[in-house]
Structures are given as C-alpha cells and as structure tokens.
C-alpha cells in the first residue's frame, strides 16, 4: 500500500506543481498586457518591476490553485486509468477510495495552505502590490526629448530641439518656451546649438546653449494695452531644469492598509463591527435630528402628539382656515421650502447608507473569501479526481478542456455570487458559498459514481435510460 501511495503522490506532484506555475504565468501575462501602456516607457528600474510582478503574482495564486488542484487530479487518475493501472489496484483487491485516501489528505493540506496563505499572506502581498502599482501609474514617462517634438513633460517648460547628434548631447535649432510666470508663451529662448548633460545624480538636467537670444514680453504698467519686448543675445548661457519629478517616489503604506482587501480575518470583524456601529449611530442621529425639527412630521406619532400644546391639536383638521390670504401663502411657502430640504436630506442621507452598506459587504465578502479558496480546492479535487477515473483519459488533452469547462463554470458562479453580495441581492454568506454549494453535490455525485464503478459516461447505459423514459412517458 505505501508504495501504491507513493506512486499516486508522485503521479500527482508533476502535474500539480507544473498546472500552477503554468496558471500563474498565464494570469501575470494578462496584467502585463492590461496594464502595459502603465509600465512601458517610464525609466522603471528592473528591482522594481520584479517587485511588483513578484506581488502581483502572489494576488494570482487564489485562482490558480483551485484550478491547479482540478487539472492534476484529473490528469493523475486519467494517467492511472488509460494505462490500466487502476484496473490492476482494483484486481488487487484495493478500491478507488483508497487509492484516492492520500490526495485527499494531500488536497485538505493543500486547502489549509492556501488558507494560511489567504489570511496572512495575501493582505500583505495585496498592500505591496497596490501601493506599488499605484506609484508607478502616478510616475511620468522617462526624460526624452525627441527631435522636431514639442516635449512639455518638465513642469513649466516646453523645448523643442531640431535636430540631435549622434551623441544624444548635442543638440541644434534649440527652443525653450518658459510657463513658469503663467504668462502663456511670452517667455522664448532660442539658440543655433547646445549641449545636454545630465548631473550624477540624475536630478538635474543641464542645457549649455550657444549664439542665442531670450525674448521676454510683459505688458506695460503704465498702459496695460501695450506690451513690451526685451530681446537678449548671448554668446553661452546655462539653463537648470530640476529633474525630481521623474524619479519614482513611494506612498507610505499606511494609506492603504486599512482596505479590505488589506485585512486579515479578526481585522476584518473587528471592521464589521466599527462600521456597523457607526452606521447604527449615524441612523439614531439622524432620526433625532429629524423629528426634533420637523413639529408636523412629529405630529404624526402619538407619542409626539400628546406632548403638544391642545390648540396646536385643534388646529391640524383645517389648519389653513385659521390665517388670512397672505399668511396662507407664506405659510405655503414655507412648508414647500421644508419639504425640499427634507428630500435633499433624505436624499443624502440615503445615499450616504448605501455607501456604508457597500462597504459592509465587502468587507464581509472578503471575510468570506478567506474560507471559499480552502473549500474550492477540496471540492475541486472531488471533482476532478472521480472525472479522471472515469474517463480514464491523461495528458493536456481531454482533462484540459474538462478542467477548464468546470473551473470557468465555477469561475462564473463566483463572480455571480459576488456581484449578487456586492449590490446586495444576496448576503455575504449566500453569495460567496453560491458556487461552492452548487458544486459538492457534483462532486459527491461523481465520486459515488466512480467509486461504483457506475458507467457514467457510457453511451449504451444512456441510450437504455432514455429508452426506459419514453417507455414510462407511453405508458402514461
């Protein structure tokens, strides 16, 4: 028996190991691809591209090990099944749930995992990766100044350069429009030829220009319908333009880590619960703050009535018949004016409910999501492994395209659920377990079936099954 074990957990680890990497490449691949035009042509030193490619890929893994988890117990009991090797251990008097017993010790372990990894290492891979992905798409493009462009991403400055030598610092037909005095283009420097150098560092950028000349245009204070014009020439003249810009700087991280995503199981609870607190204690104020005042909308508790003076109460039946014409109208008026107000405080205050609702639900989804990868990865399993068995089928073939039938379809069903739990269709609970309690019924289903050896898939068991219900449906 422990050399049928070993034999199945090798079986399992190749196909296990290569399916997740694979996964993960395929997922990293899409965000390069969604958020290229972000990191193309920004000066982005390789540490940090591996930096954020290395967090980004952590986030991936809650997708990938479901699907890696279904594609190599497909695949290892596919392998087991199409070379007859299954037939074999079950003419050695040892069933398919034995045989199974060790991966699904290997799948629980593996979901405890992905657990532990989903409560304490994926908030922080979450906080590293958005932090560090929101400063590279805040970062300008590299400095390049290319010839015959207006280049304008120096803050206050566009130049343009006619022509560039082969040494990239030699520079001919040079303009520099000066926007510093929010003056528009009244500030110009031209010249025949320069030189540019950047400082050691590479916080400065250091313009020589040669046989040149500044024109400055301001308008005359004694007459603000003229203008005047001051012309310079130069033989050399040194221009400074602060490059700091275009260096990546790094938001402290405390700005995010209080995002749900950020947070960790007793984080998150101990966020349901403040939220739900405040918004408990925003509902009381507002009440308060709406019955005390608004006398008539009070009026309309019993409660409130009684504490009423009585002529106060004689007046509601016909309360306007007792002012003239004018105060009518005033009166009028006034209650057209409250009941704007109250509509734009409802309004707002409605809105600002279901804001707070929202962001209830998400935290409670995430809270939930913790718990769906761990049982995505056993139920999975059950699935995957009986399939195998009865297909009997290995390779990147046929248990490829079931694989990836089956997870897309669990795919949908999660995304379902969630939206449902987002916009509150659904609760957390009922929207984040959707697609689990949808599929271990299948997965119970197949492994009963595989385990009987029942002919499943079997083209003649289903032609006489469907024979037998049109014979039932004549005879009735």
């Not at 709406?290 to 509601?316: C, E, H, V």
């Not at 769906?372 to 399939?387: D, K």
Request: glycine share 6%; hydrophobic share 45%.
């Amino acid at each position: 028996m422990k050399k049928i074990y070993l034999l199945i957990i090798k079986s399992f680890l190749g196909p296990f190991v290569m399916t997740f990497f694979i996964s993960v490449f395929i997922l990293l691949m899409q965000f390069l691809w969604k958020w290229v035009d972000e990191l193309v042509g920004k000066g982005l030193e390789w540490n940090i591209l591996a930096e954020l490619l290395f967090y980004a890929s952590a986030t991936f893994v809650p997708v990938a090990l479901p699907l890696a988890i279904l594609l190599s117990s497909l695949m290892t009991f596919g392998n087991l099944g199409e070379n007859n090797e299954l037939v074999a251990v079950k003419a050695a008097g040892i069933s398919l749930k034995k045989v199974m017993m060790p991966l699904v010790f290997l799948s629980l372990l593996t979901g405890l995992c992905g657990f532990l990894f989903s409560n304490y290492a994926l908030p922080v891979a979450n906080l590293k990766f958005r932090s560090i992905l929101f400063d590279v798409r805040q970062q300008k493009l590299a400095f390049n100044i290319k010839e015959g462009i207006y280049y304008s991403g120096i803050d206050g400055y566009v130049i343009r350069v006619g022509k560039k030598e082969k040494d990239e610092k030699t520079i001919r037909n040079v303009m520099i429009y000066d926007h510093t005095g929010k003056m528009g283009n009244s500030n110009l420097t031209v010249a025949d030829s320069g030189r540019m150098e950047m400082t050691p560092d590479d916080k400065f950028l250091i313009l020589t220009l040669y046989n040149g000349a500044n024109f400055d245009e301001k308008l005359d204070r004694s007459n603000v319908e003229k203008m005047t014009m001051r012309r310079t020439s130069f033989a050399e003249e040194q221009r400074r333009f602060d490059l700091s810009a275009f260096a990546l700087t790094r938001t402290n991280e405390d700005l995010f880590k209080n995002h749900y995503q950020m947070l960790n199981i007793r984080q998150l609870k101990k966020a349901v619960d403040s939220l739900r607190r405040e918004t408990d204690l925003r509902k009381q104020e507002f009440s308060k703050s709406f019955l005390a005042n608004y006398i008539y909308y009070r009026s309309y508790d019993d409660s409130s009535a009684r504490s009423l003076p009585d002529t106060a109460r004689g007046l509601k039946t016909n309360f306007l018949s007792n002012f003239t014409e004018k105060e009518k109208l005033k009166i009028i008026e006034t209650a057209m004016n409250v009941s704007r107000n109250i509509k734009v405080n409802i309004g707002t205050e409605k809105e600002y409910l279901s804001g707070r609702t929202k962001l209830i639900a998400s935290h409670e989804i995430e809270w939930h999501r913790k718990f769906t990868l761990s049982f995505a990865c056993v139920i999975l399993f059950f699935i995957g492994a009986p399939l195998g068995a009865i297909i009997r089928k290995g390779g990147l073939g046929l248990p490829m395209v079931v694989s990836v039938f089956f997870f897309v379809m669990y795919h949908i069903l999660s995304t379902t659920g969630f939206k449902y739990a987002r916009e509150g269709v659904m609760t957390a609970l009922q929207g984040m377990w959707l697609a689990s309690a949808i599929y271990l019924p299948i997965g119970i289903l197949l492994t009963i079936k595989a385990t009987s050896d029942s002919p499943i898939f079997d083209l003649d068991s289903w032609k006489k099954f469907i024979n037998r219900l049109i014979f039932f449906r004549k005879r009735t």
